[in-house]
């Protein structure tokens, strides 16, 4: 892939929640999987690779993973 | 592009008393020259370089350079190895989106529960005005910098 020096337009659109829903605590610490559009939470697991698979075992080909904070331990910084 | 803050439900504490954290999270995507990955990440003013977890470079087939691995940590914590990699990203929104190619780092965590995402400074936060609204809850990255070309 060619190192590109200038931004370039981008190709995907999206419709997503004005106001997102709360993530329930029992999620807390895990990857979650959404749907493209980020209305429903389709998979969740302990790492990205488990998360994505079963992300992707329900059909969606585009599913969005983050890592949701722990229940107990505050995040407070990154990496430097 | 706009993002609004993403609520997650935590434990409540005197410092967190409704047990919910707001996150200012942005919607990114990922290539390599395999694959691409459809993220949120943390957009983190406070860190001095991108990082994402090597299991994504991995899983888009980023190119990675371990000869030239290089370390980080965060706020009290432990060293864990980078192996910087070459992506395109792509911010995305409801109102559009913005992609760039760049150098950033991979992060290879002692255990799957310590991954995380986070937009830092060099390779994402550089080229953009960022805005936080602490009472809508929303942040909105503007962009300010023509990407350089990486070397």
């Known amino acids: 892939m060619e190192f590109t020096s200038q931004f370039i337009p981008g190709t995907i659109t999206m419709s997503t929640p004005k106001t997102p829903p709360i993530v329930p605590i029992e999620y807390a610490g895990k990857w979650i999987a959404w749907d493209f559009n980020e ?6 697991g302990r790492s990205y690779d488990e998360t994505r ?10 599913p969005v993973l983050v890592k949701a904070p722990d229940a107990k331990v505050r995040f407070i910084g990154g990496h430097r | 592009m706009k993002w609004p803050y993403h609520p997650y439900a ?17 919607r990114l995507c990922v290539r390599g020259e395999t694959g691409e990955a459809h993220l ?15 299991s994504i470079a991995l899983d888009v087939g980023a190119e990675l350079f371990p ?13 864990i190895p980078i192996i910087p990699g070459h992506v395109q990203l792509e911010l995305i929104s409801d109102e559009g989106s913005q992609a760039w190619s760049a ?6 965590f002692e255990s799957s529960e310590e991954e995380c995402s986070i937009l830092g400074h060099v390779g994402c936060l550089e ?6 609204d602490g009472v809508a809850r929303s942040v909105e990255l503007t962009p300010r910098a023509i990407p350089p070309n990486g070397e």
């Open chain 1, 53 to 62: 698979k079963a992300a992707q075992a329900t059909g969606e080909k585009r």
């Open chain 1, 39 to 44: 209305t429903k939470i389709i998979a969740s």
């Open chain 2, 67 to 79: 000869e030239e691995s290089d370390a980080a940590k965060g706020v009290g914590g432990h060293e």
């Open chain 2, 127 to 132: 080229y953009f005005l960022a805005a936080f």
């Open chain 2, 10 to 26: 935590v434990d409540k504490s005197r410092i967190c008393p409704p047990g919910v954290v707001y996150r200012p999270e942005a």
């Open chain 2, 40 to 54: 949120r990440a943390l957009i983190d003013t406070g860190a001095d370089h991108t990082v994402l977890p090597i």
């Open chain 2, 103 to 108: 150098f950033i780092g991979f992060a290879d």
